[in-house]
């Protein structure tokens, strides 16, 4: 039997997907081992977990934002991505089409979300999970604590929300 995940028989690339996950397989275990003998060894007195749910704000946009994305989206639906390149060249386009996007999907959205966080700590370490992927700067404020020696942000944890930014990344 194929030991491999893989629902098509006829699939004409699977051994490129094979060779490229041992591949990555490979190179992993190469980098674990390379670090292994400099870890610092400590004493673990305890082993904790915890989950708690917290309220997540949500950026929905202003009434103005909105107004201006539904006629930026209509405007799309009239003179197409072609001509929208025209007024808005290189990534532009996507930015703000994402944007416009994003507070149109959310207008009806309450004001925050329900989002839960698990937390494992062993030792002196902790392993935050998040159910999304945070941006960095959120990771930084995670590690700055006095708790624990070490903070190990862990993204896409019992979930997907999606991206986790900055209000300052806006």
């Known amino acids: 039997t194929d030991r491999y995940l893989n629902y098509d028989p006829d699939d004409k690339y ?53 107004e201006e994305s539904i006629k930026l989206m209509d405007k799309r639906r009239q003179i197409g991505d072609e001509e929208m390149r025209k007024l808005y060249p290189k990534m532009t386009f996507e930015t703000v089409l994402g944007k416009a996007s994003r507070i149109i999907r959310l207008k009806d959205y309450p004001e925050t979300i329900d989002m839960g966080i698990s937390v494992v700590t062993i030792g002196p370490v902790a392993f935050v999970g998040m159910p999304g992927e945070p941006f960095s700067g959120v990771s930084f404020l995670l590690k700055d604590t006095n708790d624990w020696e070490m903070v190990l942000p862990c993204c896409c944890v019992n979930g997907a929300l999606g991206y986790f930014p900055m209000e300052s990344d806006y």
């Open 14 to 66: 699977k051994e490129v997907r094979r060779s490229y996950a041992e591949y990555m397989g490979r190179a992993m275990a190469g980098t674990v081992m390379q670090e292994y003998d400099k870890v610092k060894y400590v004493d673990v007195a305890s082993v904790r977990a915890m989950q708690k749910t917290i309220a997540v704000p949500i950026n929905r946009g202003t009434a103005e934002e909105l």
